[in-house]
């Protein structure tokens, strides 16, 4: 139901745009959010921003180089990485956020499959 596109190979201080297209259900009234995995570790909060996109929010390491952004026109969100670095390699992962901790993976669901994003030195 959610479909993350856009990831691919960039050099380091490059940037990209995620999109994360909704289909079969519309979640224009849910926030939404996207988390990030890299090869052996943990799933990460990245970024998550509100139903109406007035409100957003970022992990520390994050702010400034990323943005998230929506178009409920369109039932989809975006995630404009910029200043790319190779510890930015992860699987990217969007999200409906359904629960009330905006950091927190377990207050999510209706998880995409993911898009890859490798960042070479």
């Known amino acids: 139901q959610l479909q993350a596109s856009g990831g691919g190979l960039v050099q380091a201080g490059g940037s990209l745009r995620l999109s994360c297209a909704a289909s079969g259900l519309t979640f224009s009234m849910y926030p939404r959010g996207w988390f990030r995995q890299a090869p052996g570790k943990e799933r990460e909060f990245v970024a998550s921003?509100?139903?109406?996109?007035?409100?957003?929010y970022y992990a520390d390491s994050l702010k400034g180089r990323f943005t998230i952004s929506r178009d409920n026109a369109k039932n989809t969100v975006y995630l404009q990485m910029s200043r790319l670095k190779p510890e930015d390699t992860a699987v990217y992962y969007c999200a409906v956020r359904t629960g009330d901790y905006y950091s927190d993976s377990k207050s999510y669901d209706f998880w995409g499959q993911g898009t890859l994003v490798t960042v070479s030195s």
């Open positions: 921003i509100s139903w109406s996109g007035g409100g957003s």
